[in-house]
């Protein structure tokens, strides 16, 4: 499966940051990391988490390490996100097309259910209801799934 390299605006990444707060020693990942842009402006507000960027593209993989040099909390790893062992981290961050979402599916349900938040830019994982939808504009919302409520409300300030 291809999926396209179609890195997320960093406006609707700040905004993110504007209700997110991610508990220290927090774990997330970003699924398709492409350039890493993510997970810098994550690491740009929070230095007590660590972040994890996984991309299929060495060559991206190698802008991304470039690009974020200086930042010791930062991976990556130049591997296939559907490889990736999501019991390793809390918190998942994806820009994915609806197609591997619904590959990842199973993985993002029991993820899920065993208190992982997901966040998704536009797309939905198909056929799960997120716990929270936050709209950024007319055409772009960030869909929000826990089966923890609790840390759901601690991780978010919605």
């Known amino acids: 499966m291809r999926i396209p390299y179609y890195p997320s605006r960093e406006s609707r990444l700040k905004h993110l940051l504007e ?11 970003d699924l ?3 350039d890493g842009r993510v997970l810098r402006v994550i690491a740009s507000k929070f230095d007590d988490i660590e972040l994890y960027g996984y ?3 060495p060559i991206l993989v190698e802008v991304s390490r470039r690009l974020s040099e200086g930042y010791r909390n930062i991976h990556f790893f130049n591997m296939d996100l559907f490889n990736v062992d999501l019991s390793k981290h809390d918190i998942i961050y994806s820009y ?8 990842l599916r199973n993985k993002a349900l029991e993820f899920i259910e065993s208190g992982g938040i997901w966040i998704a830019l536009d797309y939905r994982i198909p056929n ?4 929270v939808v936050i709209e950024l504009d ?4 960030y869909y929000i799934y826990s089966g ?3 840390k759901l409300y601690k991780v978010f300030k919605i």
Do not use: M, Y
């Open 148 to 150: 923890n409520r609790e």
């Open 19 to 29: 209700v997110f707060e991610p508990e220290p020693g927090s774990s997330i990942a």
């Open 138 to 141: 007319k055409w772009h919302r």
């Open 96 to 103: 994915l097309t609806p197609e591997a979402l619904g590959r």
């Open 32 to 34: 398709g990391s492409g």
């Open 128 to 131: 799960v209801k997120p716990s």
């Open 55 to 57: 991309e299929k593209d």
